[in-house]
């Protein structure tokens, strides 16, 4: 996590993305982290809890485009959008 999302980003350039601080992040994590694991395939890797929740709260906090999450995290569009919904289901559903 730390690579994907500190390696690029300052903590002030996470609040800009995500609208969230870091320990209310983390507390988000522990609530909805187990809904929106999911598990390696043999066409590819998962992508981390941290990484799609950031990407989500990017999507909703700043109305970025799909390609843009896409191109900031590296997740294709069909995933960033999958993983959008998604996390608004699990927290609707909290």
Known sequence: MKNQLFGKFSKKMFWQHTRLSF?????LIKVVGQSLEW???NMREHIPVEVKVTMAF???????SLQMCGKVYGIVESTTSMTS???CVVVKNI
């Open 23 to 27: 320990d209310t992040f983390r507390a």
């Open 39 to 41: 598990k390696n395939t």
């Open 58 to 64: 990017a999507r909703l906090s700043n109305e970025n």
């Open 85 to 87: 919904r998604k996390f």
